[in-house]
């Protein structure tokens, strides 16, 4: 990436303060459409297609935009990109036909896109990257947390199509950090041919089954989990113990993103990624042995950890760093997808155990090859230099 790699901490902050307000109304999506679809004019069984289009949306257009940012720069594209997540919140409370509303998600993915890699462009050029990368997490993560926190007290005051308003109305300080990011250095050199998706590296290959596994079969099981492993409990127990782990794992995003960061510009980021994804594989193996609570921790702590620096690790072997972000995030989010699908495949199947063996013992082999061997991998854990 050219341009100063002195840019202030502020910068990236400012990035990420901007998506993290972006993000509100799509957050209060979540809990509020699966029960309220009918206030809001659509079918229940558009619910899902609601919810994941605007991942399906990125998928595709993580790619695009390299070019836009490489043509117009990081700014200007992360001011436009605010400006339609306001847009496609208010609109939430307007839309009352399927149609508008998957207009307003599809409009919600490719501002979210936009922001995310422009987030992450800003972070990359800080010398401390992998702080810059930790803690841009963190912020985001703040965002939809803070949204979720107040769902319950707008549910219980306002009704729908006020509440969006409101959440529009609150979303436009991401207008104001994104126009107060800085003009200079901003624009990001253009790969000499069409940037397309390349066959995966070895750490994108990680990032897409981890995704798979971790963003989605055991987000998505993690209830069934408990059910099968503990013949004490009861369905609501388990929601219950799902939704604190899934708590949990949005704390860990916010808390442990920066720490981090923080260490991995003291031993490197390779050596971060590759550590924590081995603790998430440990953590994964204790699920599939019973412990679910034990192997979520392990999990949810050092995979936060993990998908915080794995952007600043893609731009290793790339000569083109929004590129590489992109080119990763694109893994991330088809994973993701996948995994959520099977996810809900597996719910009521016999088969939900030897899937997360076998994605387990893939992710361990995978990890295994991008290391190199496992005499390495075990002098890894004794280098600290």
């Not at 979720?148 to 950090?177: G, K, T």
């Not at 113990?241 to 993103?257: D, K, Q, W």
């Not at 088809?334 to 996810?343: E, P, Y």
């Amino acid at each position: 990436m050219s341009g100063s790699k002195g840019t202030g901490l502020k910068a990236s902050a400012f990035a990420a303060l901007a998506l993290a307000f972006a993000s509100f109304g799509d957050a209060f999506l979540y809990p509020f459409l699966p029960v309220n679809f009918e206030s809001v004019g659509v079918h229940v069984i558009w619910v899902g297609l609601l919810l994941s289009i605007n991942r399906l949306v990125r998928i595709i257009s993580n790619t695009m935009l390299v070019h836009a940012f490489a043509k117009y720069g990081l700014r200007s594209i992360m001011i436009l990109a605010a400006t339609l997540a306001v847009i496609s919140t208010l609109g939430y409370g307007f839309a009352t036909s399927l149609v508008a509303w998957l207009l307003l998600r599809v409009l919600w993915g490719l501002s979210f896109s936009a922001m995310r890699i422009g987030t992450l462009g800003y972070a990359l050029h800080h010398p401390r990257q992998g702080f810059a990368l930790g803690l841009s997490r963190s912020i985001q993560e703040a965002g939809p947390m803070l949204s979720l926190l107040m769902a319950p007290i707008l549910l219980s005051h306002f009704e729908s199509r006020i509440i969006f308003y409101l959440l529009a109305l609150l979303s436009l300080p991401a207008l104001y950090f994104a126009i107060k990011l800085p003009i200079e250095n901003d624009k990001t050199r253009a790969s000499a041919n069409k940037w397309i998706l390349h066959w995966p590296s070895t750490l994108n290959t990680l990032t897409f089954f981890s995704a798979i596994v971790i963003d989605g079969i055991i987000v998505v099981v993690l209830g069934v989990l408990f059910l099968q492993y503990r013949d004490d409990i009861s369905l609501i127990t388990a929601t219950t113990l799902a939704a604190f782990y899934l708590g949990y794992r949005r704390i860990c995003l916010v808390i442990l993103s920066p720490a981090g960061g923080w260490i991995a510009d003291k031993i490197g980021l390779d050596r971060v990624f590759n550590l924590s994804m081995l603790f998430v594989v440990i953590g994964l193996v204790i699920i599939v042995c019973g412990w679910i609570g034990t192997g979520a921790v392990i999990v949810f702590m050092f995979y936060s950890m993990n998908a915080a620096i794995t952007p600043g690790s893609a731009t290793k072997t790339h000569s083109h760093s929004l590129a590489a972000v992109a080119e990763n995030a694109t893994w991330r989010d088809l994973g993701a997808a996948i995994g959520t699908l099977l996810g809900g495949v597996l719910i009521s199947s016999s088969y939900l155990n030897p899937v997360l063996i076998m994605t387990t013992f893939a992710l361990g082999l995978l990890l295994l090859i991008h290391i190199g061997t496992a005499q390495k991998a075990l002098k890894l854990l004794y280098s600290w230099k």
